[in-house]
């Protein structure tokens, strides 16, 4: 019994560790650019969590950004928007999430209709 309740504890100590990562509390800045977030060794994974700040921090127009990522090829001869940020772009939009892939497909509307409790919640926050 004590064995138990002991990994339960280890559980959910390892869950308060990841949830308190330097890259959620970055998400929380509002001038943190796609490019920090990018840039960050963590980035593929802290997306595929989709922890709730990174839920708040993307958002149609950072998904477009990565979207052009991929789909654009730079100006320059630049490994950053050449091949770094189109292959971490990739990884995260290839992900199995669902509330980005409906950001992706659902019109606005549709969207805002299906997420309003959440959207409501944010805007109250800010």
Do not use: W
């Given at each position: 019994?004590?064995?138990?309740?002991?990994?339960?504890?280890?559980?959910?100590?390892?869950?308060?560790?990841?949830?308190?990562?330097?890259?959620?509390?970055?998400?929380?800045?509002?001038?943190?650019?796609?490019?920090?977030?990018?840039?960050?060794?963590?980035?593929?994974?802290?997306?595929?969590?989709?922890?709730?700040?990174a839920q708040k921090?993307?958002?149609?127009?950072?998904?477009?950004?990565?979207?052009?990522?991929?789909?654009?090829?730079?100006?320059?001869?630049?490994?950053?928007?050449?091949?770094?940020?189109?292959?971490?772009?990739?990884?995260?939009?290839?992900?199995?999430?669902?509330?980005?892939?409906?950001?992706?497909?659902?019109?606005?509307?549709?969207?805002?209709?299906?997420?309003?409790?959440?959207?409501?919640?944010?805007?109250?926050?800010?």
């Amino acid at each position: 019994m004590q064995m138990k309740s002991d990994t339960q504890n280890l559980s959910n100590k390892n869950l308060d560790i990841y949830q308190e990562t330097e890259l959620e509390k970055k998400l929380l800045d509002l001038n943190l650019t796609l490019e920090e977030y990018l840039n960050h060794p963590d980035a593929i994974q802290c997306f595929k969590d989709m922890k709730e700040n990174a839920q708040k921090y993307f958002d149609r127009n950072k998904i477009k950004e990565l979207i052009k990522y991929i789909i654009e090829e730079p100006k320059e001869d630049e490994y950053n928007k050449g091949q770094k940020y189109p292959f971490i772009a990739c990884e995260m939009l290839t992900n199995s999430n669902k509330r980005i892939q409906e950001m992706i497909i659902f019109t606005e509307e549709d969207f805002n209709n299906k997420y309003k409790d959440e959207i409501v919640i944010e805007k109250e926050i800010k």
